[in-house]
């Protein structure tokens, strides 16, 4: 069974940092693509970066470009998320997800519990 755990959620005022943290067990975490969605109050659950198994390509979205970026740790079975310059708007809560391919072109098929970031003007 894959569970996936997420940490480093938090308050922070606008402009500062974040790195959220995802453990992953149960399978060969190598093997699989990972990803960061999120989902603010009263949104739908939106993509938010990506990474290949090898780590060696990545995805974001427009909105995060320049400000986040996604990075694997594969001896550690960790998928980190380090945020920069937080906007309020950045307000959600952030899940870890894997997906069931090396590279993240299908959607994920597991989901950790999340983690919420908050962000204050």
């Known amino acids: 069974q894959v569970q996936l755990v997420e940490s480093g959620g938090g308050l922070v005022q606008a402009g500062g940092s974040l790195r959220l943290s995802c453990v992953a067990s149960?399978?060969?975490?190598?093997?699989?693509?990972m990803g960061w969605f999120r989902q603010a109050p009263g949104k739908e659950r939106e993509f938010v970066a990506a990474i290949s198994w090898s780590g060696t390509s990545t995805r974001y979205a427009d909105s995060v470009k320049g400000r986040f970026t996604i990075s694997r740790d594969n001896a550690k079975n960790t998928v980190s998320l380090q945020m920069n310059s937080l906007k309020p708007e950045n307000t959600a809560v952030y899940y870890c997800a894997q997906y069931g391919t090396r590279s993240y072109v299908t959607n994920p098929g597991v989901w950790g519990q999340g983690t919420q970031v908050t962000v204050s003007s």
């Open positions: 149960g399978r060969t975490f190598s093997s699989y693509a």
